[in-house]
């Protein structure tokens, strides 16, 4: 069965730490998207990565395809990173490319 | 590019009631999706065009759940006979259609079901 499993399912942090967000899921992905999800609802999606990483800002994403595992980092948080956070996979033999969406993680920056 | 656009934002129906949303993709893209979310999960796949053909559905789509796409651009979610649980948020992305590429979601209609 295809599954995304992500931890934390809440994270508090004080304003300035370095914050990492975790992520695994199952044999068979063709890409591994970080999203981030603010209240109201709107989805964003930060990064598409299939191998190694990416950077944007404060925000770097890692992937490791033995172990089957992501991770987000967030570097000097600030309460405006305050959000969901939600992996996501493509599983490959998908023919339309949905996505496979882990549960989110529940991020709190206080200043 | 105004990015994906949802219609309705918010709908409060009675059960029983028939509703539906339509969704406005980034023009061009050939792919157009719908997902579900409730409170506290991550959204799940509902349903996928590619141009006008609906090309997959989830089990999650019951009969009484049913999409069109009729010229390949806009797109339209209608449940009939809704039931309490049918209250979601209901997310529409669309991509360009390159492999697995990154999807551009709408703002979403959340629906509840009295």
């Known amino acids: 069965k295809n599954e995304v499993e992500q931890s934390p399912q809440n994270l508090t942090a004080q304003e300035g730490e370095f914050i990492t967000i975790n992520c695994s899921y199952s044999?068979?992905?063709?890409?591994l998207h970080w999203l981030q999800q603010h209240p109201g609802g709107g989805i964003v999606s930060l990064f598409m990565?299939?191998?190694g990483k990416k950077k944007h800002g404060r925000l770097i994403a890692t992937i490791n395809i033995q172990e089957k595992h992501s991770s987000l980092h967030i570097t000097a948080s600030h309460p405006r990173d305050s959000a969901v956070y939600i992996c996501?996979?493509?599983?490959?033999?998908?023919?339309?490319?949905?996505?496979?969406f882990g549960k989110g993680t529940k991020l709190s920056v206080i200043p | 590019d105004t990015g994906v656009s949802q219609d309705p934002r918010h709908k409060i129906t009675k059960r029983g009631q028939n509703v539906t949303f339509r969704c406005d993709p980034i023009?061009?893209?050939?792919?157009l999706y719908w997902y579900r979310q409730t409170l506290g999960q991550g959204p799940e796949f509902l349903t996928y065009?590619?141009?006008?053909?609906?090309?997959?559905k989830s089990r999650l789509l019951s009969d009484r759940f049913s999409a069109e796409r009729p010229k390949g651009s806009f797109s339209t979610l209608e449940i009939q006979r809704t039931e309490q649980g049918d209250s979601a948020m209901y997310l529409c992305?669309?991509?360009?259609?390159?492999?697995?590429?990154?999807?551009?979601f709408g703002p979403g209609t959340r629906l509840t079901v009295l």
């Open positions: 023009s061009e893209h050939n792919r």
């Open positions: 996501a996979a493509t599983y490959s033999g998908a023919g339309s490319y949905q996505l496979t």
């Open positions: 065009f590619q141009n006008e053909a609906q090309l997959e």
């Open positions: 992305a669309s991509s360009q259609g390159l492999a697995a590429d990154t999807q551009y």
């Open positions: 044999v068979g992905i063709s890409a």
């Open positions: 990565l299939s191998s």
